[in-house]
């Protein structure tokens, strides 16, 4: 049995404990995109908690809008995971339930992937011959309201060229 002293402090480290967990803010939910031995993992850019909502910029993890264009375009791209792939991979996205809740949308370079949205956990394809990529190129998960209508939630993750394997 407890010590009467004992018992207080216990109470006193549990209301601590509730306090300091009704500060944090809920992460926004997450992707996971890989290709071959290298994956990242991601919050959300852009996130609306209110699934009937389109995010807006009080719902982006970064204040672009007062940061010189130089700091704004260097934060995003601190931001950004680079996956080296090659034509002819398969990539492979993760995310979590609440993405696919109301279906997501993917996109390399502005082209989207798939006709309609996607409303489970996972999806893949294989890499575009690199002519169709351009280099280097950006792949961009938008997850839906729950009208399918807007963007609730935007991730940005670069695909890169991966190093030719020595043949010799």
Not at 111 to 118: A, D, K, M, Y
Request: net charge negative; with cysteine; proline share 7%.
């Amino acid at each position: 049995m407890p010590s009467r002293r004992t018992l207080p402090v216990a109470v006193l480290v549990a209301g601590l404990s509730l306090l300091t967990l009704s500060a944090c803010e809920e992460p926004a939910p997450g992707a996971t995109v890989f290709s071959g031995t290298t994956s990242a993992h991601r919050e959300a850019i852009c996130w609306s908690f209110d699934a009937s909502q389109a995010a807006d910029k009080s719902d982006c993890s970064l204040d672009l809008d007062t940061q010189a264009a130089g700091d704004a375009a260097q934060a995003l791209l601190d931001e950004i995971a680079v996956i080296p792939t090659t034509p002819g991979e398969t990539v492979g996205i993760s995310v979590d339930p609440d993405v696919a809740a109301n279906g997501w949308v993917v996109s390399i370079n502005g082209r989207s992937l798939n006709r309609e949205p996607v409303t489970e956990k996972y999806f893949r394809f294989t890499m575009p011959p690199q002519p169709l990529r351009q280099g280097d190129a950006q792949l961009v998960i938008q997850a839906l309201t729950e009208d399918g209508a807007q963007v609730r939630g935007s991730w940005i993750f670069g695909i890169s060229d991966a190093p030719e394997a020595d043949e010799g």
